[in-house]
């Protein structure tokens, strides 16, 4: 078993890591504190192909794997979470479940200027009356000729107002539940479709975060995605391979909290000497470490196993775990090791602390993970 990645990850690794730092970092703290989504470098990601990380070459995608795309949204991430969020939700949501289960025509149609980054994409399964419990949601879609006639809302939708692409639930048969849910790809042009309040939020305050609001919003019957009923068993398929990118995205913040606690643990001095001259400083800082190695095994062993076809949804759900928790912790010891000065926002940890709990609630709680897992070994036994 080899664990090294190859020349062309480490080639991808530098490529990431050298704009997070030169181009993301100067600017994280003021796009954090104005909670302004940073378009300039969301186009300049286009430019790079890590808005297509997994597409195709004739689609205007990178044709990289789902390591490739790991190592780049932890690379981001480790600098600016809120950025790593949107590399992780574009690629591994909108323009994956386009690409996964459209129709030819409709990839050729939405999937280019997605992966090209002209346009940003959201996706919109979460209500405000479903989150986990997906299957509750209120949305409707009928069909009245060519087109279906949507009515609802989603809330908490990652690109909601800068996305100009969205691919939307909603029940076109609510007597069949789960299995009455469709989806479709929505524009922003179309009548009908609005977008509501922006969210005010603890962390990843530069992720664009809004609710849309769809009133008799009329969509075209050929962007319906697949077919009638196959919508939430698409999302659950779309969200295993999502988690994969949260999970990247939370060893990159344990590997910041990690980076930033090892710095300031060797420069600041108690009682005349460094406080990692300390042995409870150290021990803090060699358990980070191997939780944030364990963590990365872990959501390297899930992407290849997807690159590899094969059943990937456990060591999905066991890597976006563990992970996000770990992460969780690794801000919290980091904060603790910086003292008061890791309660400012002088300091990066501070963002990090925000930031870092997002990972435990998007794409499926730490509660759902569990259940996930529980189930699988239940029935292997």
């Not at 990118?245 to 643990?265: E, F, P, R």
């Not at 996000?324 to 602390?353: C, D, M, R, W």
Request: aromatic share 8%; net charge negative; glycine share 10%.
């Amino acid at each position: 078993m080899d664990f090294n990645l190859t020349e062309n990850n480490l080639e991808i690794q530098k490529l990431a890591r050298d704009f997070a730092q030169n181009r993301i970092a100067p600017t994280v703290m003021q796009f954090d504190e104005f909670s302004e989504f940073p378009m300039a470098l969301a186009k300049e990601l286009g430019d790079m192909g890590f808005l297509g990380i997994m597409f195709p070459e004739e689609l205007e995608g990178s044709n990289l794997t789902t390591v490739d795309y790991a190592i780049i949204v932890e690379e981001i991430s480790r600098v600016d979470p809120s950025l790593g969020l949107t590399v992780a939700s574009h690629n591994g949501l909108c323009t994956n479940h386009i690409y996964t289960f459209s129709s030819d025509e409709l990839k050729k149609k939405y999937v280019p200027d997605l992966a090209s980054g002209r346009k940003l994409g959201a996706w919109g399964l979460t209500e405000n009356v479903s989150g986990s419990d997906a299957a509750g949601m209120l949305t409707t879609a009928v069909k009245q000729g060519d087109n279906y006639i949507i009515n609802g809302s989603k809330s908490f939708i990652t690109q909601g107002g800068v996305g100009e692409t969205a691919v939307v639930t909603a029940y076109t048969d609510k007597s069949k539940g789960s299995k009455g849910i469709s989806a479709f790809i929505l524009e922003k042009s179309f009548a009908g479709f609005s977008v509501g309040k922006k969210e005010n939020k603890l962390g990843m305050r530069s992720s664009d975060t809004c609710e849309l609001i769809f009133d008799n919003c009329m969509v075209p019957a050929s962007n319906l995605i697949g077919k009638e009923g196959e919508g939430f068993k698409q999302c659950m398929q779309i969200l295993d391979g999502g988690r994969i990118s949260i999970a990247a995205l939370s060893v990159g913040i344990a590997q910041a909290a990690l980076d930033h606690s090892i710095k300031y643990s060797k420069q600041r001095k108690q009682f005349g000497k460094p406080l990692a001259d300390f042995q409870g400083i150290q021990f803090k800082i060699a358990d980070m470490a191997t939780e944030v190695e364990a963590a990365r095994l872990l959501t390297l062993k899930a992407a290849v196993m997807k690159d590899e076809g094969k059943d990937f949804k456990f060591a999905a759900s066991l890597a976006k775990y563990y992970a996000s928790e770990i992460a969780t912790k690794a801000t919290n010891e980091a904060i603790q090791i910086h003292g008061g000065y890791g309660f400012i926002k002088e300091f990066p940890v501070e963002k990090l602390y925000r930031d870092v709990k997002l990972t435990t609630i998007g794409e499926g709680t730490s509660e759902v993970q569990k259940m996930i897992m529980a189930r699988q070994l239940v029935d292997m036994y």
